[in-house]
């Protein structure tokens, strides 16, 4: 699938191809996040434009309380609990726990937990790994379906952030999934790609790189995207030059660790 968009907000022209594991790296208000705006207003027809950047969290409410019917087991069925046990032991890696249905609300139940925890109090980090699981469990991650995913490194600890890019990189090579990810991360980029050739299917990703183009009539700067598939070193340099100026500056010494 080819998504074309044409002066959306800040985007001047862009054509992305939506096909496996799509990345899409660059600064703040860039423009990433628009992308999956704007596939979900694709998605749902008749959606006010001026509504579409919160709409689906009651979308996603309504779906995680559409929880799986065991009361029926069929060969798809048996097929879905085969594909997915793998997955389910990365999840046990980082947490056992699950979405559960109790007294009228939606808990985390955990072993580690001595009772069931609000989702209102459960960490983003957690939640970010209980949600998708649930949606996993539940049925709800279809064949060649399209998942979108905002930033996902924000809150995770960078072993956290490795394990949920093998996750995602499992869902797209068993469910032929269309993933979309927005990051600021060069690191969580990095464990995309690795996880892609370790799964072998680094040739069903894209990388598209957001940046400033040429000024608009008004005297703003423009969004283009540019697919940098082997353009390492072009994103190194758009998402780690800051530290890089960091690390170059004679202050940095006094708050680096003994190498001894």
């Known amino acids: 699938m080819k998504l074309y968009l044409k002066n959306v907000g800040r985007i001047k022209e862009a054509e992305l191809l939506i096909d496996g594991l799509t990345v899409i790296c660059g600064e703040n208000n860039t423009g990433k996040s628009t992308i999956g705006k704007v596939l979900y207003y694709d998605m749902n027809d008749g959606l006010p434009r001026s509504s579409y950047s919160y709409a689906h969290r009651p979308d996603l409410l309504r779906t995680l309380c559409k929880e799986r019917d065991y009361r029926t087991t069929t060969v798809e069925d048996i097929l879905q609990d085969k594909k997915i046990k793998e997955i389910e032991r990365k999840f046990d890696e980082i947490s056992s726990g699950n979405i559960v249905y109790h007294d009228g609300k939606y808990e985390y139940k955990s072993p580690k937990l001595r009772e069931n925890m609000d989702l209102v109090s459960l960490s983003t980090g957690i939640k970010s790994f209980a949600i998708l699981r649930k949606l996993l469990k539940d049925g709800k991650i279809e064949e060649n379906g399209i998942l979108v995913i905002d930033e996902p490194e924000v809150h995770l600890h960078p072993a956290w952030q490795m394990k949920y890019a093998e996750i995602l990189v499992m869902l797209q090579k068993e469910y032929g999934l269309n993933i979309i990810i927005a990051t600021h991360s060069f690191d969580f980029l990095n464990a995309l ?34 697919k940098v598939n082997n353009g390492g070193e072009r994103i190194y340099a758009s998402l780690s030059a800051p530290f890089l100026d960091l690390y170059a500056k004679d202050e940095f010494a006094h708050f680096v660790l003994p190498t001894s």
Do not use: R
């Open 193 to 226: 790609m690795y996880y892609s050739k370790l799964y072998e299917i680094e040739k069903s990703c894209n990388c598209y790189l957001a940046e400033e183009d040429s000024m608009d009539d008004s005297g703003f700067p423009d969004v283009c995207f540019a």
